[in-house]
């Protein structure tokens, strides 16, 4: 199993700025993936953080929005830029081992409030 | 297409009493794997178990059970007696093996609340 520290848990920031959620696991995983989960709803994929390379965005998420970066196989960091009340939402972080038999771990995720 | 369905969208039932969750998927790969995971309201996603498509057997663990039937593509996640602890939404997730991009398909997620 795999252990992932999330931070910021919460934020509350202004409209037009950006904030940078960070994702440490404790040890090398695969795969690395940020969600977006709006209240009462299901999980929806922003991207497939990839290390050493550009992201692997979902359709309707895009890099200038939605920077991420991976330096290495434990840590990753996704940016929510030029924030509006529509990016309010929880943010999660997940990380798998790159086999379609395995579990993924999720951290505490970021619960952000844009006004 | 793949997909995966949680038709409830919100069960209420008083503690103690049994409580089946449903979770109906499709897919066109021949291996693929199912998962439950548990989101309690502290929000952090819990792993409950995993199903590969092979292994039809129904697995208990403690007042968790799992009915897996390829026939039906159901893969249904029952608690006994259930506790107030148990209140939560959880997920139902579909992981197919030619998919090179290991990405979890999620069912809507059904919120189970136990009153007490």
């Known amino acids: 199993s795999a252990v992932i520290s999330q931070k910021p848990s919460r934020d509350i920031c202004q409209r037009g700025t950006s904030l940078t959620i960070q994702c440490q696991v404790d040890s090398q995983v695969t795969m690395m993936f940020w969600y977006r989960q709006q209240p009462g709803q299901s999980l929806t994929l922003i991207a497939t953080?990839?290390?050493?390379?550009?992201?692997?965005?979902e359709s309707g998420f895009v890099i200038d929005k939605f920077p991420i970066s991976r330096p290495n196989l434990t840590f990753s960091t996704l940016t929510v830029s030029n924030m509006s009340p529509e990016d309010s939402s929880i943010y999660l972080c997940s990380a798998r081992q790159g086999l379609p038999n395995t579990e993924a771990f999720f951290g505490q995720g970021t619960r952000l409030t844009v006004v | 297409a793949q997909k995966v369905t949680q038709a409830q969208t919100e069960i209420s039932v008083v503690e103690k009493e049994d409580v089946t969750l449903d979770c109906v998927y499709e897919t066109r790969d021949t291996t693929y794997y199912l998962f439950w995971y548990k989101q309690p309201p502290s929000g952090e996603l819990v792993f409950l178990i995993r199903?590969?498509?092979?292994d039809e057997q129904n697995e208990i663990s403690g007042r968790y059970s799992w009915n897996f039937q390829k026939s039906t593509s159901s893969f249904n996640f029952t608690i006994t007696a259930s506790q107030v602890v148990d209140s939560a939404v959880y997920f139902c997730?579909?992981?197919?093996?030619?998919?090179?991009?290991?990405?979890?398909?999620w069912g809507a997620g059904t919120k189970l609340i136990i009153k007490p």
């Open positions: 953080a990839n290390q050493g390379s550009e992201a692997t965005y």
């Open positions: 997730a579909l992981s197919e093996a030619k998919d090179s991009n290991y990405q979890l398909i």
């Open positions: 199903r590969n498509s092979f």
